[in-house]
Structures are given as structure tokens and as C-alpha cells.
């Protein structure tokens, strides 16, 4: 035993189970059930005064109005803030998910992140562009707000979005997979301070609306509980079954 976590021969891991390497020095992430509940109900909340046009928008337009104050696009500040938003930027993030898939097939003789992380970009695709392509909101800097309009496509942040769930599911393979401890660290902050930072510099640009960003986040938290879920029903499940090992 080393810190509570018991070392296992090296091979797949199962519904959360750990395997052999480095003891886990945080958690897995896998949101709590209040924590969905309210994702939830910040999503349809904020939706629905959005697509009302009521006080959401108001809070968004005065917040646009303060950071365009600031010109920040226009400033020597622009380059490392625009640098800041790709953390939730999908090249960079699959760069990296890509480089972590072949660590723990190589070390810990293992593909089951790779449904995992096929399975969460499915659905962030599906859900996010969903709402985007429905509710059809345009970008602060155009001539004006409007709702189901053809290029409309700012509500909700893709960016924060990606960066709650792809982060999250890489943290999560970092942990369960007995990854060094750096790298579990280093994960855990990009899924937990990383989406905070990413949002606050895709607002102080004015790229996005305040509110944007925080159902972009609360999307991404409960797409982060649904791809936990599939897992434990479906995935880690299947893969087991395909080993030859007994179900839980």
C-alpha cells in the first residue's frame, strides 16, 4: 500500500480501479451529483432568460461595455491572452490527449482512454453546436445582439466548454493510470483553474458574452458526469468483458 491507493499488476483498469504506478495525489474529478444538479440548473436557467432577453442580457451588455473600455484587442496584452484562450482550444487540448493516449498504451498497456476521449468529443460536438447552431447568438463586436441569427454561434463557449470536459477527462487518466505525480498535478490544474482562465480571457477580449461562459462551463460539467456514467455502464464494462474478466 502506498497513500491509500494499492498497487496492481500493470494492465487495463476497470470501473476506477488503480493500476500500477504512482499513487494518486488527487482526485479522478468525476463530478458529484449536486455539482450536476446545479450545472443543470444554471443551464436551463441562464437559457431561458437568454432566449427571453431578460436580465441575463443586460448583466452580458454592461459587462461587454466595461471590457471593451480596456481595448485589450488593440494592446500589447492581446498575444498572451489570446495564448490563454487556447487552453480550451481543441487543437492544443488533442495535441495533448493524443501525447497521453499513447503514454498509458505504451506504459500502462491500456486503450480504454481512447473511447473515453472519442466518446466526450462526440458529445461536447453534438450538445454544444446543437445549442449554438439553435439558439443562433451573436458575438460582442456585432453591429448588435441578436438571437437565431445565420451567423450567430457564441452561446454557449465552445472554449470553456472543451476545457471543463477534455481537461477533466484527461485528468482522470492521469489518475487512474498512476501517472507521475507531476503530471496528475499539472492535469488537475489545467481541469480545474484552466477553464476559469481561458473564460476570463475570452471575456476581457470580448470574444464571448459573460453568460456564454458560464453555461459553456456548466455544459462541460455535465457532459463531464454523462461520459463518467457511460464509462461505468458501458465502456470500462465492455473493454472487461473483452478481457475475459469478471463484472463488479
Not at 80 to 98: D, K, Y
Not at 151 to 157: I, N
Request: charged share 15%; hydrophobic share 55%; aromatic share 8%.
Amino acid at each position: 500500500m502506498t497513500s491509500g491507493v494499492e498497487r496492481r499488476s500493470a494492465g487495463p483498469s476497470f470501473l476506477g480501479e488503480p493500476v500500477a504506478g504512482s499513487p494518486a495525489v488527487v482526485s479522478v474529478g468525476r463530478p458529484p451529483w449536486w455539482a450536476l444538479l446545479l450545472a443543470a440548473l444554471i443551464t436551463v436557467v441562464v437559457t431561458v432568460d437568454v432566449l427571453g432577453r431578460g436580465v441575463t442580457e443586460r448583466i452580458d451588455v454592461r459587462v461587454s461595455d466595461w471590457v471593451a473600455e480596456w481595448d485589450l484587442r488593440d494592446s500589447a496584452a492581446y498575444p498572451p491572452l489570446w495564448v490563454v484562450t487556447q487552453i480550451g482550444g481543441r487543437g492544443t487540448m488533442l495535441v495533448v490527449l493524443a501525447g497521453l493516449i499513447i503514454w498509458l498504451a505504451v506504459r500502462r498497456h491500456t486503450l480504454l482512454p481512447l473511447p473515453r476521449v472519442l466518446v466526450a468529443l462526440l458529445l461536447l460536438s453534438v450538445t454544444v453546436y446543437s445549442v449554438k447552431w439553435g439558439i443562433g447568438r451573436t458575438a460582442p463586436g456585432h453591429a448588435g445582439l441578436y438571437l437565431h441569427h445565420e451567423e450567430g454561434a457564441s452561446y454557449p463557449s465552445g472554449h470553456v466548454a472543451n476545457a471543463v470536459l477534455l481537461w477533466g477527462v484527461a485528468r482522470w487518466q492521469a489518475v487512474q493510470f498512476g501517472m507521475p505525480p507531476t503530471a496528475q498535478r499539472v492535469l488537475w490544474g489545467l481541469a480545474v483553474i484552466g477553464p476559469v482562465v481561458c473564460a476570463l480571457a475570452m471575456i476581457a477580449l470580448d470574444f464571448h458574452w459573460f453568460s456564454d461562459a458560464v453555461v459553456g462551463a456548466a455544459l462541460g460539467v455535465l457532459l463531464l458526469g454523462v461520459v463518467h456514467a457511460l464509462d461505468a455502464l458501458i465502456l470500462s464494462r465492455w473493454v472487461r468483458v473483452r478481457a475475459g474478466r469478471p463484472l463488479a
